[in-house]
């Protein structure tokens, strides 16, 4: 578990980087700006103490309500989030990083939020990042195969948006 | 026969003799083609049949039960039904004359062999003083049957099983020749009969049992056949996990059926040979038939009768040479390409040859096989020292024994 | 047919050899359902292989967005279909984490006896189809034979064969019935004698050995990098086991057992069973070392089997009550892994204080697995990929999710 002082450590080297912080969540994750994410990460695979050479999972969490009834009660801001989860194997202890996004990149309305990646730290990165990307809709910058992975390559859309409407049509096969 | 007829023809139909030789001859042919066809066809059945069985067995299963009574005889023949009511399909992108000449030149390859193999004395298709060396030519044209099937296929799969038989079975000819030879050489002759003609006697007349080294060239012999007839472990060509089925994957029905009845009459020939060349062919462990004299000398009935047992007999122990190839199958994993060729290569060839040149030293200082050198009292007294020219002499020199 | 590719590996040979682009799958005998490989081949050689996925895509993660976590339990089950019970429990403790749920000492005990019998009918089948994928047949037929077993004591368990939805956050569905641990003993106690038997087919069989030695060697280094877990990360010699270093809301149940990590330390396993030996030429983290270690954790398996009966019959209270259909979840968010058959499988669960999840995300062990594929199949022999991939043990209803 990230203790507060990680926390602290990270802030110290990396400052700016490090955004923000949830230590009382069940599991304690802290935030890392897109700027940051690559030196941040190589420092917690790389520093002898850390060692999270293990990148269990990167997930996309897409924080949108399109109900507007609904959206009134939503306790989140709208965003979207690229989550890692990472382990180390040697201190064998866990950590969550997050990445804060917005849903579009300067709000515009089909231009996909972006992230670097971190594929050249962790090849774990490699098909995950492609799979936030296919169904999430992330860019990741300097990814060494940015493809769809689950989805045929010529798809529309991305499936996990809480905005996305499934196409009524695909190559002859109807989809709604 | 041909000459049974053409008598029968001058006599009864009255037909001029340049006109009644020819048609002796072709009905002769007849007669024998249909009954090889048959020997050929329900040998498949019959061993696709105990191939099921016995690989049920092994793996804890029954195998057929239903079709044709309780053990399921007739499974196989329903199987063959099924397959003659499947549509023919060919891809679109292939070559149609070599897509479909493939299976019959692999079929007509391994029904060709069945010409010049014996069953019993003289019970022979035709027969031939070159007989081993026309078998092993003709079983290599199967061959062909195989390329031609994988290139002619336009699928990728067919081509990589077509060229890995085509290495495959190139690389165990050789081999393969070389054990051939060491019963040959012993017993100076190519002809079949006269090799299994020579092994009568007591079991330890039998050439497996002629020395140390034709003992072991029989096993380099079961390798090398087993590799050149396409079975597991050696069954690359058609390699289920990693070909799709190789080079029959674009084949259905009747065509697919015809590569299959190759494989299995090439299965059962090369276990003929190996019964005849090493395994005194169609005589018993005991020369019983010869004890209550059931040979020609006693009348022709006797004489058919004992061949009749002497087909048995060799029959019986080609089905087990099969049982075993089965047995085989169902028990290894598959070997890769690079391991099959270095088998082949590295280990039989030169077994085979050290085999070759040992036997061929033992026939010069020991002559007679080791039981005779041991000085072992044969029942019969029969002996091999008689000359091989001798031994080819006493048979008829055209096979028009029949 | 051919292609013309620039490729400085290949214009080593003064004949320039065509090179071939071939298809293997979705539709292949060893591909173990719906994966495709594209292979460049020179001849035998491969020399490039593509993994392309996504065929099996049922969207999984998507659905579990409008359902509550017990109606996803069903939806976890189809995900790796040959652990069903494995997929049931990780998404389980995962919303017991996030419901901060104490189970009772009984469900414990239970789903370690389900989970490890589980672990076993997963690896015969794992077994049998590298059996297979070696051109080898009969193996396959005794794992399933075993199989089957496993099955009969899941159906007289839960009434399913294979989509069980058995253990579900707070418990299990139902108790064991009556004379189940008997039924389940007598299995045990015949299993060590097929297993002798597999070792005898594959283990040490001499061409196996040779079809799997050296081939596909996965260093550590890399299992790591890749996020390799489960069989295929300690096959290549590191000492990582959830079951003992995991999160303490899942080792918590392996409390008190006493089991040894299936791993290879100085050339040795942990043995207390005559296993047979590693063959002298084979390499930490190839094929061979891979099927071992998932051998060795079928004895590992039905001694921890024997340990929770014993307990089980002695616990005290209950076997756990499922949570309500429509349980309201607290807001937060919870990660937790579990240590399948076939790796690490996670579920990730955000919650928006209602009763069904806001975010659901399956992180898959076959899917890291898999990805190593393109680095372990690079210059081996065309018959290699099917033993590389077979030994991976993949499930394509895992990957796609």
């Known amino acids: 578990m990230s203790g507060p002082n990680l926390v602290d450590q990270l802030k110290q080297r990396f400052g700016e980087a490090i955004t923000g912080a949830n230590l009382e969540a069940i599991d304690p994750w802290i935030e890392v700006s897109p700027q940051g994410l690559v030196e941040v990460c190589r420092h917690l695979h790389d520093e002898p103490g850390l060692e999270f050479n293990l990148l269990n999972c990167i997930s996309g969490v897409d924080y949108f309500q399109p109900d507007e009834k609904k959206a009134k009660k939503f306790p989140w801001d709208v965003h979207l989030e690229v989550v890692y989860h990472m382990w180390s194997l040697p201190h064998k202890r866990s950590l969550v990083l997050k990445v804060m996004l917005p849903r579009w990149k300067d709000d515009k309305e089909g231009e996909l939020p972006e992230v670097p990646t971190v594929s050249g730290i962790w090849r774990t990165a490699d098909w995950h990042e492609r799979e936030v990307y296919d169904l999430m809709g992330v860019r990741f910058i300097g990814h060494p195969d940015p493809r769809r992975i689950l989805c045929p390559e010529d798809w529309v859309g991305h499936p996990l948006r809480r905005d996305y409407e499934m196409p009524l049509e695909y190559h002859g096969i109807r989809g709604r | 026969m041909a000459e049974f007829f053409t008598t029968n023809l001058i006599e009864y139909v009255s037909l001029s003799e340049a006109w009644a030789t020819p048609l002796g001859y072709i009905l002769a042919a007849m ?238 020939l090369v276990s003929v040979l190996a019964a005849i060349l090493f395994f005194g062919g169609w005589n018993g462990p005991i020369p019983i038939t010869e004890i209550i004299g059931l040979n020609e000398t006693n009348g022709a009935l006797a004489g058919y009768v004992g061949n009749l047992l002497g087909m048995t007999n060799l029959i019986i122990k080609a089905s087990l040479g099969v049982t075993v190839m089965i047995w085989v199958r169902w028990s290894f994993p598959r070997l890769r390409i690079d391991q099959v060729i270095t088998t082949c290569l590295k280990y039989c060839t030169p077994i085979a040859a050290m085999m070759f040149l040992g036997a061929a030293l033992w026939i010069l200082y020991l002559p007679g096989g080791l039981w005779a050198t041991l000085r072992l009292s044969d029942p019969l007294g029969h002996t091999r020292e008689a000359a091989p020219d001798q031994q080819a002499a006493a048979m008829p020199a055209d096979g028009e024994r029949e | 047919m051919s292609t013309d590719v620039d490729d400085p590996r290949i214009v080593e040979f003064d004949v320039r050899t065509d090179e071939m682009l071939v298809n293997m799958g979705p539709q292949h005998p060893s591909t173990h359902g719906v994966l495709r490989l594209v292979l460049r081949t020179d001849g035998e050689i491969v020399s490039e292989v593509t993994p392309h996925i996504g065929y099996l895509h049922r969207c999984a993660e998507k659905i579990g967005e409008n359902l509550t976590p017990r109606q996803w339990i069903p939806y976890t089950d189809r995900m790796d279909y040959l652990a069903g019970m494995n997929m049931n429990l990780g998404w389980s403790l995962t919303v017991e984490k996030l419901l901060n749920y104490e189970l009772p000492e009984k469900a414990r005990h239970l789903r370690v006896i389900i989970a490890e019998l589980n672990r076993i009918a997963s690896h015969f089948v794992g077994m049998g189809a590298y059996g297979l994928d070696l051109g080898t047949f009969s193996p396959f037929l005794y794992a399933f034979r075993e199989r089957e077993k496993i099955l009969d004591l899941f159906e007289d368990a839960c009434g399913a064969r294979l989509t069980y939805s058995y253990i579900t956050p707070g418990g299990a569905t139902d108790d064991l019935p009556a004379g189940w641990l008997k039924k389940c003993e007598t299995f045990l106690d015949q299993l060590l004698a097929v297993i002798d038997e597999c070792h005898t087919l594959l283990t040490t069989n001499e061409i196996f050995i040779r079809r799997t030695v050296n081939v596909g060697v996965l260093s550590p280094e890399m299992a790591i990098n890749y996020g390799c877990t489960g069989p295929v990360l300690r096959g290549s010699g590191v000492d990582h086991d959830l079951r003992r270093d995991g999160e303490e809301r899942y080792t918590e149940m392996y409390d008190g057992y006493a089991f040894e990590v299936i791993c290879e330390t100085d050339g040795h396993y942990p043995s207390d069973h005559d296993y047979p030996p590693v063959p002298e030429s084979a390499v930490l983290g190839d094929c061979w070392h891979r099927f071992y270690v998932r051998m060795l954790e079928v004895i590992q398996a039905m001694d921890l089997i024997r340990q929770a009966m014993d307990r089980y019959s002695t616990a005290e209270g209950d076997y756990g009550v499922p949570i309500k259909l429509f349980e309201k979840l607290p807001k937060g968010e919870v990660y937790l892994e579990t240590e399948c058959p076939r790796g690490q499988m996670g579920f990730y669960l955000v919650s928006d204080g209602t009763s069904i999840p806001w975010r659901t995300r399956a992180r898959s062990s076959c899917f890291s697995n898999l990805s190593v594929t393109e680095e372990l199949c690079r210059g081996v022999l065309l018959a290699d990929v099917p033993a590389v991939v077979g030994s991976l043990d993949i499930v394509m209803g895992e990957i796609d999710r």
Not at chain 2, 46 to 70: C, H, M, N, S, Y
Not at chain 2, 113 to 139: D, E, R
């Open chain 2, 31 to 268: 007669i024998h083609i249909a009954l090889l066809l048959n020997v050929v066809a329900v040998g498949a059945l019959g061993f696709i049949w105990l191939e099921r069985k016995v690989a049920g067995r092994i793996q804890d299963r029954l195998g057929p039960t239903r079709v044709g009574g309780r053990f399921g005889w007739l499974q196989t023949l329903a199987d063959g039904l099924k397959l003659i009511t499947k549509e023919d399909l060919m891809p679109a992108a292939a070559d149609p004359f070599l897509f479909r000449v493939a299976p019959y030149v692999a079929f007509c390859a391994s029904f060709a062999a069945y010409l010049a193999l014996p069953f019993a004395t003289g019970w022979v298709g035709q027969h031939l003083n070159v007989a081993v060396f026309f078998i092993l030519a003709v079983l290599g044209i199967e061959v062909f049957g195989v390329i031609l099937a994988g290139y002619g296929s336009a699928s990728k799969w067919s081509l990589f099983g077509a060229m890995r038989e085509a290495a495959q079975v190139v690389s165990y000819e050789v081999p393969l020749g070389l054990c051939v030879i060491v019963p040959v050489m012993i017993a100076g002759t190519m002809d079949l009969i006269a090799i299994g003609d020579m092994q009568a006697g007591m079991v330890w007349n039998w050439f497996i049992f002629h020395d140390p080294f034709t003992f072991i060239t029989f096993w380099v012999f079961f390798t090398c056949a087993t590799a050149s007839v396409n079975r597991a472990p050696f069954d690359l060509a058609e390699a289920e996990s990693e070909l799709v089925a190789g080079f029959h994957t674009e084949y259905s029905g009747l065509r697919w059926s015809f590569f299959f009845m190759a494989e299995y009459g090439s299965m059962f």
